[in-house]
């Protein structure tokens, strides 16, 4: 397996950064990848008035970042790519996932967020210990 393959499968948490107005970075930590194909594309789900789906619509291209920490190191995939906001998704692959996302987050108005990326980086920091 892969280091991409190997963070994706085991991340209990990833960080989704989307640009805000002025051009900032905006960070939302979330507890799961509701699907993925590789890593190549992720889907998330989002609540439909949440900042983060407001920055996405104005400005699709964004990041999302997963990270495993252990005793010396910490190792980080970043993906770059854009963002697709989509209402009622049909994909029969993901529709056991939007369900259970559906009774576990309560979103009144959810959106599905399709993230496709188009270049990644791998970078391994030495902890500080």
């Known amino acids: 397996m892969d280091k ?10 990833c960080v989704v950064s989307t640009m805000d107005d002025n051009n900032f970075p905006v960070n939302v930590t979330l507890t799961k990848i ?11 789900y989002f609540d439909k008035h949440s900042n983060s789906v ?24 970043n ?14 692959e993901i529709r056991e996932s939007v369900e259970d996302a559906k009774k576990k987050l309560k979103y009144k108005e959810a959106v599905i967020v399709v993230f496709e ?5 791998f970078e391994v920091v030495n902890k500080l210990i």
């Open 79 to 92: 993906l770059k790519g854009t963002f697709t906001i989509e209402g009622d998704w049909k994909l029969h």
């Open 4 to 13: 991409t393959e190997k963070i994706l499968r085991e991340v209990s948490s």
């Open 117 to 121: 990326t188009m270049h990644y980086e």
């Open 34 to 44: 509701l699907e993925r194909t590789g890593y190549a594309t992720l889907f998330f």
């Open 54 to 77: 407001k920055n996405m619509k104005r400005t699709p291209r964004g990041s999302v970042s997963c990270f495993m920490e252990y005793s010396d190191r910490i190792e980080t995939l």
